[in-house]
């Protein structure tokens, strides 16, 4: 399994020219609006057919310019999930569910309907009209559209981006269960750094068209030099798992046998999360600090010192958990020595990382 | 009814039929050029536009003489359907015929409206879902465009009803034929006495027209509430 893309398009505005392969699971395409990410997705759906292009899911050809192939939409056999849910005005949440469910019989279902109903919890809804719904019960009948329309591959253009705080918080774990549990390969489109931290599997970063980063999130993500949202958006992402409960509200996690402890977490015991560290709420010391409030002390070693264009630097540490990076003032960096191969503590406040900061895997 | 004659009645009863066959008769080209015009993109767009909009800006007597010179027995289209039997001009059908001419332009632009309000994306939605373009063209656009469409068949319907100078021109004045209600009020006012029969027939018109608007409301109010537009 896996998806192959090559487009090449001149718009007025910029020039796309990417070319990428990445395997199953969450792919998520990454960048500042502007970047190209929905030229690429709506490509992939056969909206848009770029003068050059070439695309390849699970070995079957979608469109192929030098050959002349282009399967139209409809029988590309996708469920695509749009920022806006554009659900029909004029059939109710039962049928737009069901919309495409009958027309890819020769498919095999993904789900049941009664599945689909039960697992977003729209089963109050069913004969509602989307005018009757809020804005998270939309996107919710949107995500169980696309999957009862047996799609093979899922497409999301910035699914949450409409939604307010709380309910891209209640939407998140939707795509995190449909990485998981359903084995659909995923095409997301997202300029949120949050977003590519809790369900990327592989990121494609873009940049003015370009293609800038390509692989792991955990990877892209801890890259000192890849900051495509400005050095405040920066932050590495810890793999760990729930390894116990504490009474007063807190959870410990281990990543890779460092305890972290951060506010309660609603997982079991053994869930595997995975956990971004905004560099900006890490503090570096060089010795083991003592009477710190600060919870979450990892101890590791300096790997590169990136100081920026302004007062800051990012350092990166690698510590036993992952890598861990951290934002701090070239002054500090060099009043404590940071340098290649110096050891130090990584400090980070278990109530500095937000719930939506921590997602499964 | 008693207060209104064989011959009111009888203008009464083809005003109705001429505007209901104008009306059936315009639908479908005037969905298909709505369509067209409101979503397609082709050479010659603007002339097809000047076209369809002619009647509603020309003098009804010049769009009524148009249509005699060309469906007239001695006109090209109007010679051809003779050879075949049928005969429009001073008929009833043609009287149909020059009311669905008339009323034409008012469904299409009613139409035309419902589909520029139509966002493509939902169409697009419905395409990745699986839909053919003829399927999301019944299941989604269709649909979505029955509240112009009606609006468009009862403004069509209330023109015709009332259409007066190509009818006149084409085919003239026939009592129980072509005398349609608007030529039946104009006959009754050139001759002396006959202003109390137009005056009943001008009531008989508000009333038609009155209760066409009122149904179209209701209707349109009712399909608005199916389409989620409420």
Same mark, same amino acid.
């Given at each position: 399994?896996?998806?192959?893309?090559?487009?090449?398009?001149?718009?007025?505005?910029?020039?796309?020219?990417?070319?990428? !392969?990445?395997?199953?699971?969450?792919?998520?395409?990454?960048?500042?609006?502007?970047?190209?990410?929905?030229?690429?997705?709506?490509?992939?759906?056969?909206?848009?057919?770029?003068?050059?292009?070439?695309?390849?899911?699970?070995? !079957?050809?979608?469109?192929?310019?030098?050959?002349?192939?282009?399967?139209?939409?409809? =029988?590309?056999?996708?469920?695509?999930?749009?920022?806006?849910?554009?659900?029909?005005?004029?059939?109710?949440?039962?049928?737009?569910?069901?919309?495409?469910?009958?027309?890819?019989?020769?498919?095999?279902?993904?789900?049941?309907?009664?599945?689909?109903?039960?697992?977003?919890?729209?089963?109050?809804?069913?004969?509602?009209?989307?005018?009757?719904?809020?804005? $998270?019960?939309?996107?919710?009948?949107?995500? $169980?559209?696309?999957?009862?329309?047996?799609?093979?591959?899922?497409?999301? +253009?910035?699914?949450?981006?409409?939604?307010?705080?709380?309910?891209?918080?209640?939407?998140?774990?939707?795509?995190?269960?449909?990485?998981?549990?359903?084995?659909?390969?995923?095409?997301?489109?997202?300029?949120?750094?949050?977003?590519?931290?809790?369900?990327?599997?592989?990121?494609?970063?873009?940049?003015?068209?370009?293609?800038?980063?390509?692989?792991?999130?955990?990877?892209?993500?801890?890259?000192?030099?890849?900051?495509?949202?400005?050095?405040?958006?920066?932050?590495?992402?810890? !793999?760990?798992?729930?390894?116990?409960?504490?009474?007063?509200?807190?959870?410990?996690?281990?990543?890779?046998?460092?305890?972290?402890?951060?506010?309660?977490?609603?997982?079991?015991?053994?869930? =595997?999360?995975?956990?971004?560290?905004?560099?900006? +709420?890490?503090?570096?010391?060089?010795?083991?600090?003592?009477?710190?409030?600060?919870?979450?002390?990892?101890?590791?070693?300096?790997?590169?010192?990136?100081?920026?264009?302004?007062?800051?630097?990012?350092?990166?540490?690698?510590?036993?958990?992952?890598?861990?990076?951290?934002?701090?003032?070239?002054?500090?960096?060099?009043?404590? $020595?940071?340098?290649?191969?110096?050891?130090?503590?990584?400090?980070?406040?278990?109530?500095?990382?937000?719930?939506? +900061?921590?997602?499964?895997? | 009814?008693?207060?209104?004659?064989?011959?009111?009645?009888?203008?009464?009863?083809?005003?109705?039929?001429?505007?209901?066959?104008?009306?059936?008769?315009?639908?479908?080209?005037?969905?298909?050029?709505?369509?067209?015009?409101?979503?397609?993109?082709?050479?010659?767009?603007?002339?097809?536009?000047?076209?369809?909009?002619?009647?509603? %800006?020309?003098?009804? %007597?010049?769009?009524?003489?148009?249509?005699?010179?060309?469906?007239?027995?001695?006109?090209?289209?109007?010679?051809?359907?003779?050879?075949?039997?049928?005969?429009?001009?001073?008929?009833?059908?043609?009287?149909?015929?020059?009311?669905?001419?008339?009323?034409?332009?008012?469904?299409?632009?009613?139409?035309?409206?419902?589909?520029?309000?139509?966002?493509?994306?939902?169409?697009?939605?419905?395409? @990745?879902?699986?839909?053919?373009?003829?399927?999301?063209?019944?299941?989604?656009?269709?649909?979505?465009?029955?509240?112009?469409?009606?609006?468009?068949?009862?403004?069509?319907?209330?023109?015709?009803?009332?259409?007066?100078?190509? @009818?006149?021109?084409?085919?003239?004045?026939?009592?129980?034929?072509?005398?349609?209600?608007?030529?039946?009020?104009?006959?009754?006012?050139?001759?002396?006495?006959?202003?109390?029969?137009?005056?009943?027939?001008? %009531?008989?018109?508000?009333?038609?027209?009155?209760?066409?608007?009122?149904?179209?409301?209701?209707?349109?109010?009712?399909?608005?509430?199916?389409?989620?537009?409420?």
């Amino acid at each position: 399994m896996s998806i192959s893309v090559q487009i090449k398009q001149d718009f007025e505005s910029f020039n796309l020219d990417v070319a990428f !392969e990445v395997p199953a699971g969450l792919t998520v395409l990454f960048g500042s609006s502007g970047s190209g990410k929905t030229s690429v997705i709506n490509a992939v759906a056969g909206l848009s057919k770029p003068k050059q292009s070439r695309i390849v899911v699970n070995g !079957e050809v979608l469109g192929d310019t030098t050959s002349g192939v282009w399967v139209p939409p409809h =029988k590309r056999g996708l469920g695509y999930v749009f920022q806006e849910e554009r659900l029909f005005p004029h059939l109710n949440v039962r049928k737009n569910l069901l919309y495409g469910n009958g027309l890819a019989r020769e498919r095999r279902e993904v789900v049941s309907f009664d599945q689909v109903v039960d697992i977003l919890g729209i089963g109050a809804l069913l004969q509602r009209r989307p005018a009757e719904l809020s804005g $998270g019960e939309k996107q919710r009948v949107a995500i $169980g559209r696309a999957l009862l329309a047996r799609p093979k591959l899922i497409l999301a +253009d910035e699914p949450l981006a409409a939604l307010d705080e709380p309910r891209k918080a209640e939407i998140l774990p939707y795509f995190e269960q449909l990485r998981d549990e359903f084995s659909l390969p995923i095409l997301y489109v997202t300029h949120s750094i949050a977003e590519v931290a809790r369900l990327a599997t592989t990121v494609v970063a873009m940049q003015g068209g370009k293609i800038a980063r390509v692989g792991a999130a955990t990877e892209v993500l801890s890259d000192p030099s890849f900051t495509p949202m400005g050095v405040r958006a920066v932050g590495a992402v810890l !793999e760990a798992t729930v390894a116990q409960h504490h009474d007063d509200g807190l959870t410990e996690l281990s990543a890779n046998g460092v305890p972290l402890m951060l506010p309660q977490l609603p997982h079991a015991v053994g869930h =595997k999360v995975r956990v971004r560290v905004a560099a900006q +709420d890490v503090i570096l010391s060089t010795e083991g600090p003592k009477g710190l409030s600060a919870l979450n002390i990892i101890e590791g070693t300096v790997q590169s010192v990136r100081a920026g264009e302004g007062p800051g630097a990012i350092v990166s540490v690698d510590t036993k958990a992952g890598r861990v990076l951290a934002r701090i003032t070239r002054r500090s960096a060099a009043a404590l $020595g940071l340098s290649e191969g110096v050891s130090c503590y990584a400090v980070v406040k278990s109530v500095s990382v937000a719930p939506q +900061d921590i997602g499964t895997r | 009814m008693e207060w209104l004659g064989p011959e009111e009645w009888a203008a009464v009863g083809l005003s109705l039929k001429v505007a209901f066959w104008a009306m059936i008769v315009a639908l479908l080209p005037g969905v298909l050029v709505a369509y067209a015009l409101a979503r397609w993109q082709f050479s010659g767009k603007q002339v097809v536009n000047v076209l369809v909009h002619l009647p509603l %800006v020309l003098p009804p %007597v010049a769009t009524g003489y148009l249509l005699l010179v060309t469906f007239g027995t001695q006109g090209p289209i109007g010679g051809m359907l003779q050879q075949l039997g049928i005969v429009i001009a001073f008929r009833w059908t043609g009287a149909a015929l020059a009311a669905a001419v008339m009323a034409f332009p008012l469904l299409v632009r009613s139409i035309r409206l419902s589909i520029e309000a139509i966002d493509p994306k939902l169409e697009q939605a419905a395409a @990745t879902l699986g839909a053919s373009r003829v399927r999301v063209f019944l299941t989604v656009t269709l649909p979505l465009m029955l509240p112009g469409i009606l609006a468009g068949m009862v403004l069509a319907f209330a023109k015709a009803m009332g259409e007066f100078g190509a @009818t006149i021109t084409f085919v003239s004045n026939i009592p129980g034929q072509t005398r349609t209600l608007p030529s039946a009020i104009y006959a009754f006012l050139q001759v002396p006495g006959g202003e109390n029969a137009a005056m009943r027939l001008v %009531v008989v018109s508000i009333v038609v027209a009155a209760g066409a608007l009122i149904l179209s409301e209701v209707i349109a109010r009712r399909i608005a509430k199916r389409v989620g537009q409420a």
